[in-house]
């Protein structure tokens, strides 16, 4: 058991930053605190865990880490604009100017970065600038999460704390549709947020985290069988074809072979 739990300061905690919390929470290594624009969400309160109302201003952001005592930031920021670089940007230059945090793990959470660095396409204008500037510095050590698409979006929204995303992700847990990208062959790879959130955990105790992206966060790979989903079937919908958005439907029959 140590004696002294290292801070973790989590910036723009939402839905994929609350299985962190939890986890970090859950460790006897590590207590954490919050940086949000607003006065944060319920649960923060619940979970006890300080907040800390910031508007990512370098002063700002220096501030809390300094006065935290905070070594590593962690950053959910969901933005897909070139917003998210100045915001990062500052994210960086408190870490450097901070007395103790010198490690930072940016808002990727998402992809192949290294075979795919600029997918999805918002990456382009947003997290691959920003990766430039990490790599062109020395003073902070930082880790690039690519974990594909997260397993959470095949539950029905009650078991996950991921908003559901109907039109992306190619299964509507909750409205029994699905749509087969490219052949339907591709191999895919998925990771639950749960075990994302334990990988942070285990990567904020090593003396140290890897610098790049590492394709070993992701979870196993494995090939999209779309007509052997485990909990029903795709078809042609019960209107008789498509819904008009690409999607089609997906029966709850009993009688349909599950793998
Ligand atoms: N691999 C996957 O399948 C997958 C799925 C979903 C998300 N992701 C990625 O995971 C990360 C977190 O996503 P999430 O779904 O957990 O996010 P989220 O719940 O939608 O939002 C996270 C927080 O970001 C802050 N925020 C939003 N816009 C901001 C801005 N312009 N400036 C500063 N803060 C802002 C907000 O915090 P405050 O209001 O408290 O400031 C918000 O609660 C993102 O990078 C996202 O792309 C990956």
């Not at 006897?28 to 201003?57: A, C, M, N």
Request: with cysteine; aromatic share 10%; glycine share 8%.
């Amino acid at each position: 058991m140590p004696t002294t739990r290292q801070v973790i300061a989590l910036a723009g905690v939402g839905d994929l930053g609350r299985y962190v919390s939890e986890e970090l929470l859950a460790s006897s290594h590590f207590e954490s605190v919050i940086l949000t624009r607003g006065s944060g969400q319920p649960w923060f309160t619940e979970l006890g865990i300080s907040i800390h109302k910031t508007d990512y201003t370098v002063p700002s952001i220096l501030s809390i880490l300094d006065t935290t005592h905070a070594t590593t930031l962690i950053s959910f920021i969901n933005d897909l604009t070139p917003t998210y670089i100045t915001t990062h940007a500052a994210l960086l230059s408190a870490c450097r100017q901070s007395a103790t945090c010198k490690r930072l793990i940016p808002s990727e959470w998402i992809g192949d970065s290294e075979t795919y660095p600029l997918k999805p396409d918002y990456y382009a204008k947003s997290r691959e600038p920003f990766r430039q500037m990490l790599k062109e510095q020395k003073e902070v050590e930082w880790t690039l999460f690519n974990i594909g698409w997260l397993a959470d979006y095949f539950l029905p929204k009650e078991h996950t704390y991921m908003k559901p995303v109907p039109l992306e992700f190619p299964v509507d847990a909750n409205g029994w549709r699905a749509h087969v990208r490219g052949t339907g062959d591709e191999g895919q790879s998925w990771t639950c947020a749960r075990d994302v959130a334990r990988a942070v955990v285990e990567l904020c105790k090593a003396n140290e985290p890897p610098h790049a992206s590492d394709p070993q966060n992701a979870g196993g790979h494995t090939t999209f069988v779309y007509d052997k989903l485990k909990y029903g079937r795709l078809d042609a919908g019960t209107d008789g074809g498509g819904h008009g958005d690409g999607m089609l439907g997906l029966s709850p029959k009993e009688d349909i072979e599950t793998t």
